[in-house]
DNA sequence: CAGTGAGCGAGCTTCCGCTTGACTT
């Protein structure tokens, strides 16, 4: 039996560890904390102190149990979670819950997991720091208190199972906030003016651009008047050497960030992933907040970049935490070996690794340098200079590596910056240039960016609120309770002017772009909107962006042993007890009805609300004596900006277009844009058609095309039954056999698949059958499951809204 | 990929932060 029980918050590193100590130490994992307060109203008792109860969770139970024999038997437990306040929580809820001895328990900590960090720190053990605990539990019982007496207000005041808490509810005002900002913006107008010069005939073009824009056109057009008979000289040429140093190593908020951008990964997916690979020993852990590399990692990444890219491609670097409060319990991420420039694994496993191994290289490697030329032109009929640039690389340092890309490049790609990193020819002082071409272009100011889910987090980091472990699992939350989506928009289209020089002439053309179009950005819904607004209008200070830095603080003097946590919160909870009751008695329920004007046609009122199944227009009053009329808002309407206009336009569909087959053809508008219904079939209509405006002959052809279309997918039809085809899918063959689609395994030949196969196959893959039997109306057997929780609940609701 | 939109009323919902599986889909 281990003299030594050693136990750490996860299993992964329980495993890494054991590698470093001898047979003398056994090392076990608690898997986070092992103790929660109870989930019932009692949990806290604010009338004594804010007291609390807790329990072992059912899924800690085996492990609290395991736990508990082994330190029995052990002659010494270390507690060695992690060095911060919820680490030593963790060990002082061991501590209790084994019901360890004074004298046999140590508590140690290191925050890298190097042997020599490991050994050191069990050299100099300490006792369990209080301090620090009344500080997590100071956070655990505000957190508490907020989350479980707001909520209920939102139950009551708009909708029940609502939630709020200290960070989800910033996290929705934040996009709330700034989707309003976005309905505010007006974009303004101006012209760039931007021109081709050459340094003689035959000669390569470079671009030049005036500095500054004219906000009217006939301004612009007077400049190129001016240019057309102008003679250009350069006027100024100066060089600059100019430097570009590499980012700190990841986090998991920049993690995620650049796993966004360059890979499209959701934040969840980047986190699901970074388990694999540190699962697999690849990468250190993926859950934190420091930039620190250990010093055995700083000379691995040295050792690694002379080796590969020679002496000059490194230099030493240390980064500093600049995130507010963060606590760094562990090192940045990176690569527990550096030496492994690429992994096995699947595809995702691969490109996270690379980005991770990329970025923790790259910190430890030399500036990228540079050499920056700016040539002032000076045009003979003009005050004004036109300026090139050019920019040439004199050494690629970290560049060799790894490119950070920035949120700004996804947008407008075609708009500015361009030209940046363009070569300049040779030029010199004096010299004459001739123009080729030079246009003036209508551009526009562009509204703030709407957050897509890591935008969001680095938001949420910059102010401080949350933590790495939590910043998915919140994105998550605000989602799954409606109260944001992350979705596509279609654009729209936009004109603007383009004035060029043609033939000694100032030519004027329109053309047309697409402004406005998102990928995958985070909306708020009406239901967001709603509740962000009533918790505005009621706890602003509990909603207030700063609330957690100012909490943290305080947090921070518990920590310190200046202040007692059980006035702090008594502080805290008094005012915000209070608030809760007035709220209760004495706030209206919330509603954004708004009135937005009268059906010309009946003279009733049409209204928008949000209604038991969302939100919805309404023509008529529910005590009238003719019913109401009503219809759905659609993706992108929302309750606060539609116009009377758009709304009325909800009541024109379900529009019949006429027969086809004997059978009625209606548009409407679904779930996936406007389609047709003819029999029980749906068409999508091509994009860019109106949905009002379709013709009986149209729509026709519209199904005309698409079975022409689905007969030219069927690849080959099974000669043993009609019903099982192979065909092209989008993402290659597969085989439809009646109402089960059936997956072809990866390397088969598809000419020499058998019926048989077929069969086969379909056989082997339950989640197919079950697809099939759901679509055939068929209804399977909801599972009681064993977990309490939701899962009844949910089963109930699904099945009624299947028919 | 449709239609729903009221009310009857008991019992339920909910927080943040630390960790992974064991489950379906």
Known sequence: ????????????????????LGKDFLVKSSYGHIR??????????????????????????????????????????WLASDEDREGEAISWHLYETLALKDDKTKRIVFHEITKPAILSAIEKPRKIDFNLVNAQQARRVLDRLVGFELSPVLWKKVKPSLSAGRVQSVAVRLIVEREREINRFEADASYKIVAQFTTGIGREQFKAELPQRFEDKADAAQFLNDCIRASFKVSSLEKKPAKRSPSAPFTTSTLQQEASRKLGFSVARTMQVAQRLYEAGRITYMRTDSVNL?????QAAEQEIVHAYGEKYHKLRRYKTKAAGAQEAHEAIRPTYFSEHSIEGDNAERRLYELIWKRAIASQ???????????????????????????????????????????????????EREGDNALLPPLDGGQMLTLKTMSATERFSRPPARYTEASLVKKLEELGIGRPSTYAPTISTIQNRGYVLKEDRDGRERHYTVLTISEEQVLEQIKTETTGAERSKM?????????????????????????????????????????????????????????IQDTLENADRASHERELGVDPSTGKPVTVRVGRFGPLVQIGSADDDEKPRFASLRKGQMIETITFEDAMDLFKLPKKVGEFEEKEMTVAIGRFGPYIRHASAFYSLPKGMDPMEVSQDEAIQIIKDKRQKDIEKVIRVFEENPEAQIENGRWGPFIRLGKQNVKIPKGTDVDKISYEDVLKWADA???????????????TATKKTTA????????????????
């Open 1 to 20: 039996m281990a003299k030594n029980l050693l136990i750490v918050e996860s299993p992964a590193k329980a495993k890494t560890i054991e590698g470093y």
């Open 36 to 77: 929660d307060l109870v989930k019932t109203d009692d949990a806290i008792d604010t009338d004594d102190n804010f007291k609390q109860k807790y329990e072992v969770p059912s899924d800690k139970k085996s492990v609290v149990s395991e736990l508990k024999k082994l330190a029995k038997e052990a002659e010494m437990v």
């Open 294 to 298: 250990s010093d055995t990692a700083i």
């Open 365 to 415: 490697m030399s500036e990228a340098e540079f050499e920056k030329t700016t040539a002032k032109i000076d045009v003979s009929t003009r005050t004004e200079d036109l300026v090139a640039t050019g920019e040439v690389m004199k050494f690629d340092g970290f560049l060799k590596v790894y490119m950070e890309s920035n949120d700004d490049d996804a947008e407008n790609s075609t708009d």
């Open 523 to 579: 909306f708020p819904t009406d239901i967001g909107v709603l509740v962000n607004d009533f918790l505005v209008e009621h706890f602003n200070d509990i909603i207030d962006y700063h609330f957690t830095a100012k909490v943290e603080k305080e947090f921070d003097e518990i920590a310190q042993g200046d202040k007692d946590w059980t006035a702090m919160l008594k502080d805290f909870y008094g005012p915000f007890h209070d608030g």
């Open 765 to 779: 893959d339950p989640k197919g059958k079950a697809a099939a039997a759901k679509k055939a109306g068929t209804k």
């Open 788 to 803: 309490k929780k939701g899962g009844a609940k949910k089963a109930t609701t699904t099945s009624k809204t299947k028919k």
